[in-house]
């Protein structure tokens, strides 16, 4: 090693060698730089790239070979054979370039150092046949030693060299480039302190010599091709770890987006509420989500990937309580109806026993795989059903509704036609109804109209039908063929009807009434048999003592006779056929004229004169009462309006005029229109009329008496005669019913009731008119009881008025 440095100062020009070093270090970099740079290429670029590399190397380790052979000082000076001088770069380049193409396509580190030991042969051989390009006389003599560990230090420091330089991190470039400068280095100059050429001499006389200068102008020109291969790396390196750098924060988006895309996948499909799965062309399950096996009833961690269709569909098809036959056949019929359906696209729902509705779709996906779509439609199928139960039954009873009882209908009529049976229509209706919510609320109404149902119910028997119509309304079927079997249906109805209901703390007794039309007999359609069980229903509302009522001819009659009249009353209306009779009434004591009572008057055309209690009650029922009330407010205020005496004018009001709102601005119209003085009109209302909504009512009568008219209660004495009425509404008077003027008197029972009346009215200061005074000894005992005034026959009839009112006066 000594020797080595010995020979390395005392025989080199350090400028030169510290110029070959130069170029030794930006060959070796042009060398490992493009060598990385080939590495990243494939296919014919790869290869090009490799040949620039193995000739920027060969031409480095050539031109540095040479700069230092210059450095060096023999004693003479040093001439170069050409042939030879070329031959050592045509090694360092094929030679280097082999190593190159081993390292640039080797598998691993150990490959790498292969090849790049083999470069180290490249530096080792051309630089021996360098040597041997010189020109010498006499012996030039080596030492074996050193020649072998020049050559051993090439190939381990070039075998180092690639592995480092191609190891990935750019940092590790740098000592790559490092050991091969240091491989080509040490090589050079430990060969050349193996060669003692004391004994050699320059030789004379050789053909076309490659001297110093000549070598030194190749060198310098070889230097240059390294400088800007060197630089061309350099630029290529930059380019390629920008690259890089975009490449990988490309891959690094890719994946991060790949994860994320991963993770929203995973979370979809763990997450979503169908089951998915994906199948291959020959029916093997490639990918599905944990709701598949769920959905499938399958134990939880079963791992059915990978499975063909046929295994799925068994396992499935074993789910069932079926014996193993019926099972397989199960199976090979999901599996059939499950690929056909997959082929073209589809869906299919599965039912398991009416309890659980699974949806299972097919989607193709053009390359013969398909997508499976599986949803659990239970809740589904349960409120569709729902909805369809209560589109056709009754949302508080649970029975068929009217809809849902018409088509029961139809059916029992067409299976009634076809074998020649009967049927029963039964209408039923509760009584008292209303009294039960209004007495008690409609809570406790719903509990009687919801017990009531479930105990008929419980008593229907194959092929009967009860049916809820709306309110307190029910309507029953019974198909038969002898007519105790109808009587035997009705008499467990009516045992149902006819009982007590127990709500909270109170108990409430119901009955009811029940009309019977018999199919076909009583009618062949569907409305006409309907209508006339409700004909027979309102018969047995209307006799007290009967239950049951079986329709007759004669309902019919009587109510087409109402229909009838219904229609001339419209036609009255249209035709102001209807006009006013006016009754005296008078006081008791002075017998003056206090006012006059509007009677309404109806001569029917083809009838005469009707009863306004015949055609009344009609007029309530066909809803002609609220027009026909108008018309007489309206007559009557402007008749009033035109007399010379300002008379008061008492009124009547219908129970259903005062349950509409509109009867204040009726009123108020009707005295701006007429001009009356509102002090001058009195209305009259029975206390029938207000008990049916009570607060409504009062609430309408408090605002016309705001207006300044006057109210009375009407018929006191029948009906309820509350004495909450008259203590929760100040009427302006009494009247107490004709039906106790007649027995007066003579009737102590009769007269003790009218004291008492006349007394109430005088506690309340409330004057009390009677009605129906006939005689002067019905006055008599009036004028003794004290009562305020009177009307009757006695005073005067009723009579249009067309005459002065003073000639009223005298004839009555």
């Known amino acids: 090693m000594l020797a080595i440095l010995d020979f390395f100062f005392r025989g080199h020009d350090l400028w030169f060698v510290a110029l070959a070093a130069a170029v030794c270090l930006l060959s070796a970099y042009a060398c490992m730089s493009l060598l990385r740079h080939a590495m990243r290429m494939t296919g014919r670029m790869r290869r090009i790239w490799t040949a620039v590399s193995a000739v920027s190397v060969g031409m480095g380790i050539w031109s540095t070979h ?59 051989s051309m630089h021996y046949v360098g040597i041997a390009a010189l020109l010498l006389d006499g012996q030039l003599v080596w030492d074996n030693g050193l020649v072998v560990a020049s050559i051993i230090a090439g190939i381990i420091l070039s075998g180092l060299a690639v592995v480092v330089a191609t190891d990935g991190a750019r940092s590790r470039l740098f000592g790559g480039v490092g050991l091969l400068t240091l491989a080509i280095c040490a090589m050079h100059f430990t060969a050349m302190g193996a060669s003692d050429f004391s004994n050699c001499m320059p030789l004379l006389g050789a053909m076309a010599p490659l001297d110093g200068g000549v070598i030194s102008v190749i060198a310098a020109l070889v230097s240059l091709f390294i400088i800007a291969a060197a630089l061309g790396s350099i630029v290529l390196d930059e380019a390629d770890r920008r690259r890089t750098e975009r490449e990988n924060l490309r891959q690094l988006a890719d994946a991060e987006r790949i994860a994320s895309v991963s993770q929203k996948l995973e979370l979809a499909l763990t997450h979503m509420g169908q089951g998915l799965a994906l199948f291959s062309a020959e029916g093997q399950l490639l990918l599905h989500n944990e709701r598949l096996t769920e959905l499938l009833g399958l134990p939880k961690g079963r791992l059915i990937e990978g499975e063909m269709l046929e295994d799925i569909c068994r396992a499935a098809a074993n789910l069932s309580d079926a014996d193993e036959q019926s099972r397989e056949a199960r199976a090979r019929e999901l599996t059939e109806q499950h690929r056909a359906l997959a082929a073209q696209g589809g869906q299919v729902i599965h039912s398991f026993e009416g309890q659980r509705f699974l949806r299972v779709q097919h989607n193709p996906t053009g390359d013969g795989r398909w997508v499976t779509l599986m949803e659990d439609i239970t809740d589904t199928k349960r409120n569709e059903a729902a909805i369809a139960h209560l589109a056709k039954h009754d949302t508080l009873t649970g029975l068929p509704n009217r809809a849902r009882f018409d088509e029961l209908f139809d059916m029992a009529l067409s299976e009634a036609a076809e074998r020649e049976t009967q049927i029963g229509i039964v209408a039923i209706d509760l009584d008292h109804f209303k009294d039960i919510n209004d007495s008690y609320g409609h809570a406790t109404g719903d509990q009687v109209l919801r017990v009531l149902a479930e105990r008929l119910s419980n008593v229907l028997r194959p092929g009967e039908v009860i049916a809820r119509l709306g309110g307190d309304e029910f309507v029953a079927l019974k198909p038969f063929s002898v007519i105790e079997s109808l009587r035997e249906f009705l008499e467990r109805v009516e045992g149902e009807l006819f009982g007590s209901v127990q709500y909270q703390d109170v108990v409430i007794a119901t009955s009811g009434s029940i009309g019977v039309a018999i199919y076909p007999q009583d009618g062949r359609d569907h409305s006409k048999l309907l209508s006339n069980a409700d004909l027979a229903l309102y018969r047995a509302k209307a006799e007290f003592e009967t239950r049951v009522c079986y329709y007759e001819s004669e309902m019919d009659e009587h109510a087409r006779q109402r229909r009838a009249m219904a229609n001339d009353l419209w036609q009255a209306l249209e035709n102001n056929a209807f006009n006013l009779v006016y009754q005296v009434q008078k006081s008791v004591s002075t017998g003056e004229i206090t006012g006059y009572e509007v009677l309404l008057r109806w001569d029917r055309e083809g009838y005469g004169p009707v009863s306004p209690a015949e055609f009344i009650p009609v007029a309530e029922e066909c809803g002609a009462i609220n027009a026909i009330g108008a018309w007489v407010l309206r007559t009557a205020c402007t008749e009033a309006a035109s007399w010379p005496e300002p008379h008061k004018i008492a009124v009547n009001v219908s129970g259903m005029q005062l349950s509409q709102i509109e009867l204040v601005d009726l009123v108020k119209i009707v005295l701006y229109q007429s001009g009356l003085a509102p002090d001058r009109l009195e209305l009259e209302v029975t206390e029938t009329a207000i008990i049916n909504d009570k607060k409504r009512a009062l609430n309408i009568l408090t605002q016309i008496r705001a207006l300044g008219v006057s109210i009375a209660i009407d018929d006191f004495g029948t009906g309820y005669s509350s004495l909450a009425t008259l203590r929760s509404f100040p009427f302006d008077k009494i009247k107490l019913d004709r039906s106790f003027m007649s027995e007066v008197e003579h009737s102590e029972q009769s007269k003790a009731i009218v004291r008492a009346i006349l007394a109430l009215g005088r506690s309340l200061s409330v004057p009390v008119l009677a009605e129906g005074v006939e005689t002067i000894e019905q006055l008599d005992v009036l004028r003794l009881e004290g009562c305020n005034e009177a009307q009757g026959f006695f005073l005067g009839r009723p009579a249009a008025m067309d005459w002065e009112p003073s000639a009223a006066l005298q004839r009555a």
């Open 66 to 124: 040479f700069v230092a052979m210059l450095a060096f000082r023999p004693g003479f000076a040093l001439q170069y054979d050409v042939l030879l001088t070329g031959l050592s770069l045509v090694i360092a380049i094929s030679v280097c370039g082999a190593g190159l193409a081993m390292a640039i396509r080797g598998a691993g580190p150990a490959d790498r150092f292969l090849g790049g030991a083999v470069i180290g042969v490249g530096i080792s």
